[in-house]
Each structure stands twice: as C-alpha cells, then as structure tokens.
Nanobody
Framework: QVQLVESGGGLVQAGGSLRLSCAAS????????MGWYRQAPGNQRELVAR????????NYADSVKGRFPNSSDNAKKPVYLQMNSLKPEDTAVYYC?????????WGQGTQVTVSS
C-alpha cells in the first residue's frame, strides 16, 4: 500500500502562485509514476501533470503548460507542483497520484481556489 498526503492548497487571487506538495509513504519502492490530477465541481477528474521516475519524462495538460514550470524536483519524492499565473478556471480539488506495479493510489485531495 502507498499513502499519499497533499499539502499547500488554499485561496489565491488570479495571477498568483501556489505550490502543492505530495509526500508518499508505505510501499514506495516500485513507484514508477507520480502526478497530479484535479477535479472541479461537475467535471471529471483530469490530468494536470505526470512525472515518470525513470527516464524523467513529464507530461502536462495543455491548459497549464507554460504556467506550471517543469522543475527538476518533480521526479523526486516528495513531489511538488508549482503553479504560477493561476486563473479562476484552475479552481478544483487537486489530487496526488502514484502508480506502483500498475495500481493507482490517490491522496485525499487539497482544495485550490482562485478568485477573480
């Protein structure tokens, strides 16, 4: 089992920044992907960013490219998500995700609210 705990959410004005972090514990050996997803009210959960532990490949949703920088820390644990130039449409619950031997694990989520 893998336990994921997110932190760093909150309320910010449009144009501001937040940094989310995710700490993994438990059976972390064998985790080969970590990432962030978000879910706004009435919407499906969607990918924000995904980082492969081996090879260092990173995938970002088109909606956040250029605003959520690709940091070299992103492939390490804990995993961070630096969010810049935030927009009201970024408002959602953000979930940390890890994949270990093909099994998905999720954190409890952290609320990010961007006011206009």
């Amino acid at each position: 089992q893998v336990q994921l705990v997110e932190s760093g959410g909150g309320l910010v004005q449009a144009g501001g920044s937040l940094r989310l972090s995710c700490a993994a514990s438990g059976s972390i050996l064998g985790i080969n992907v970590m990432g962030w997803y978000r879910q706004a009210p009435g919407n499906q959960r969607e990918l924000v960013a995904r980082f492969a532990s081996s090879g260092g490949s990173t995938n970002y949703a088109d909606s956040v490219k250029g605003r959520f920088p690709n940091s070299s820390d992103n492939a390490k644990k804990p995993v961070y998500l630096q969010m810049n130039s935030l927009k009201p449409e970024d408002t959602a619950v953000y979930y940390c995700n890890s994949v270990r031997w093909g099994v998905n694990y999720w954190g409890q989520g952290t609320q990010v609210t961007v006011s206009s």
